[in-house]
């Protein structure tokens, strides 16, 4: 611990005595390979794992101002050995990245334009296709992609990548289509895939007459905090699982009223997300 704070030391006296061109270049490349390195996991489970060790780290200087020897020792040995850590839990992420990089596409997808619709025009699309799909009886289960990325769960659909409307969400959910059965994944104002397989909740306390829709719903809202909105194919009701929770029964304006604050909240953006009541009811068919 003390050879890492003197090599800290060392790096703020050469940064405030000895500032050149090449010292600035520096500075620059590794800020922005970071900055690339975030891009490429902020939509994935690997975001939490890096605020983790993040937390690690800052505890292990704490802790080690306070003079707890025991707790600074245990913390150093999980730190200094970070670096394998890091490789076996981002293998996924960086055969992605060295995959972009092989392909010259991670500056490409960094220079994505954000050509979004207005918030309400992206809640009235999704209030639209619920409503009707709700009035034909049709079975739906759309996931919004929060901080926690979902990737692991595109893998397993059929990617879209096209802009939300009430039309594309309802020809996609329309019975004896492809892409029907399953779940569709939006980020943002994006449809990025459908057909998604999602894991079934494993809380016993759920009401046994939900069906399979309602419980994959559950399921994804119990492990990341993504946001599932289900209509019941069995009999039209429109519901929202968020926390692990099920709220059923949803009318027009309590819909537009949640998807409203879903998207209100989506419009935060911040550099914090690069570093990003239930009412179980009536009987639905085992394909809900």
């Known amino acids: 611990m003390t050879l890492n704070w003197q090599i800290i030391q060392n790096a703020i006296w050469n ?18 390979i970071i900055y690339e390195v975030l891009i490429l996991i902020r939509h994935s489970r690997g975001i939490s794992v890096l605020k983790g060790l993040a937390l690690l780290v800052i505890a292990t200087f704490v802790s080690n101002i306070f003079g707890m020897t025991a707790l600074t020792w245990m ?3 999980i730190v ?7 490789v076996i839990l981002f293998q996924p992420e960086l055969r992605q990245a060295l995959e972009s990089i092989g392909r010259g596409t991670v500056l490409e997808g960094n220079q994505k334009a954000h050509h979004m619709k207005s918030n309400e025009k992206i809640v009235m699309e999704i209030t639209q296709c619920c409503l009707d799909l709700s009035r034909r009886r049709v079975g739906a289960l ?4 929060q901080k926690t990325g979902l990737n692991e769960y595109i893998m397993t659909g059929t990617a879209i990548d096209g802009r939300i409307s009430a039309p594309l969400l309802e020809n996609i959910f329309e019975p004896n289509t492809p892409l ?10 994006r449809v990025v895939a459908g057909a998604c397989i999602l894991n079934l909740t494993e809380n ?3 009401a046994r007459e939900l069906g399979t829709r309602h419980r994959a719903a559950l399921g994804v ?3 990341t905090d993504a946001i599932a909105l289900i209509v019941s194919e069995e ?7 968020q926390g692990g929770e099920l709220t059923r029964n949803l009318d027009e304006k309590a819909l537009m009223k949640r998807l409203g604050e879903l998207y209100q909240n989506k419009s935060r953006f911040s550099v914090r997300d690069i570093l990003k009541g239930p009412a179980f009811g009536r009987k639905g068919d085992s394909h809900e």
């Not at 940064?15 to 922005?32: M, N, P, S, Y």
Request: cysteine-free; charged content about 20%; proline content about 0%.
């Open 142 to 145: 759309i996931v919004f992609e």
């Open 15 to 32: 940064l405030t005595h000895r500032v050149g061109v090449v010292e600035i270049l520096d500075i620059l490349l590794v800020t922005a």
């Open 204 to 206: 016993r306390d759920v």
């Open 235 to 241: 009999n039209g009701v429109i519901s929202i699982a």
């Open 75 to 77: 913390l150093n040995s």
């Open 80 to 86: 200094n050995n970070g670096t394998v850590v890091l």
């Open 221 to 223: 809202s119990e492990t």
């Open 180 to 189: 029907h059965d399953g779940a569709v994944i939006v980020r943002g104002d």
